[in-house]
């Protein structure tokens, strides 16, 4: 039995960050709550995949075999939602609440260990079911902020980490009945 692959992923979706110290990835309804949601973003949520490839080659200079000998994940997006706690997210600088003068801070300086952090996007397609990326990562790439005419964007840019052996990121889609019944049995 063939399954037609003709659906198109159109639109946006919500995107989840909060510092990280498990030993493996939560259930969704840890991971996708009010306290974690970034809020609204600009400019949608993109990943880039970058693998580097050595290939092995006879001594006639074919190709024989090739082998992916490190694997580069990042995940960026424009955060619209203004919050100093998520932006601490994205770099080493220290968050503090003072609610007797009734001030947050963001404090740079003094370098220090990059926090980790599990982001999860979700998409929810046509038909009601789920696409999930998750990525364990850190933000030390920095980030870009423009107070201008338009409003407010913190772009960044997060790359994964292997902080659980073996893991750096992964997909995960939610099938139909009819879907999941039309996939050929596999074991793992």
């Known amino acids: 039995m063939s399954v037609e692959n003709n659906e198109i992923v159109l639109g946006a979706g919500e995107l989840f960050m909060y ?49 992916i000998t490190k694997e580069e994940i990042t995940a960026k997006t424009g955060i619209l939602t203004w919050s100093l706690e998520k932006l601490s997210l994205l770099s080493t600088a220290k968050f503090v609440v003072d609610k007797s003068k009734k001030i947050k801070t963001l404090k740079f300086g003094g370098g220090g260990a990059l926090k980790t952090v599990l982001v999860r996007f979700v998409h929810t397609k046509e038909n009601g079911k789920k696409i999930r990326f998750t990525m364990i990562g850190q933000g030390g790439n920095g980030f870009a902020l423009e107070f201008g005419e338009k409003e407010l964007t913190v772009d960044s840019e997060i790359t994964a980490i292997e902080y659980i052996k073996n893991f750096l990121a992964e997909f995960e889609e939610e099938l139909t009945d009819e879907e999941a019944a039309a996939l050929p049995s596999v074991s793992e």
């Open 19 to 67: 510092e990280f110290t498990g030993s493996e990835i939560p259930e969704h309804s840890v991971v996708e709550t009010v306290a974690h949601n970034v809020g609204h973003c600009s400019g949608g949520f993109s990943i880039d995949y970058k693998p580097e490839k050595y290939d092995v080659k006879n001594q006639y200079g074919k190709t024989v075999k090739s082998f």
